[in-house]
């Protein structure tokens, strides 16, 4: 966990509310209007997860690029099926990006002493369009796509 410790310092994380630990490191300054709302175009964080920590089952409402730095990760999400990819350095089966579409379940887990990765969202992330699949949410989820019960702490 030494490194893990180390990047949390370095790039001056903090507790992300769906696991792990997050940086924002860009947000764009040109505008677009999405749903009659001003946003930025684009944002991207630094996300880190420890051994033994997830990104429980949760949605944004922009398109999400992962791209890995150090170390890798298995990522699901859900839209009309499940997807698993696994990320992290390119080889046979492991890519070293994956996009999650807008409004889809997803969450990761580490496949690694940690995994660095980035998020790049667009439109740019906003907290008010972040949802954790919780209570009944939760329930309707895993009923549909079980599999997201591999990613819950």
């Known amino acids: 966990m030494a490194r893990a410790d180390e990047l949390i310092n370095l790039l001056d994380m903090e507790k992300h509310p769906e696991g792990g630990w997050y940086a924002e490191v860009y947000r764009s300054p040109v505008k677009v209007l999405r749903n009659g709302r001003e946003r930025g175009a684009v944002s991207a964080i630094y996300f880190l997860l420890p051994r033994g920590e997830v990104s429980r089952p949760h949605r944004v409402l922009s398109d999400e690029i992962w791209h890995v730095y150090e170390g890798e990760l298995e990522l699901v999400w859900a839209d009309k099926e499940?997807?698993?990819?696994?990320?992290?350095?390119?080889?046979?089966?492991?890519?070293?990006?994956?996009?999650?579409p807008a409004g889809a379940w997803q969450a990761a887990r580490p496949?690694?002493?940690?995994?660095?990765?980035?998020?790049t969202v667009s439109p740019a992330f906003e907290w008010d369009e972040f949802e954790l699949a919780e209570g009944k949410t939760l329930e309707e989820l895993l009923k549909r796509f079980p599999e997201f019960g591999e990613f819950l702490q």
């Open 82 to 100: 499940l997807h698993r990819v696994r990320l992290g350095r390119v080889r046979e089966g492991v890519k070293a990006f994956a996009v999650v």
């Open 111 to 119: 496949l690694s002493e940690h995994v660095l990765v980035g998020c």
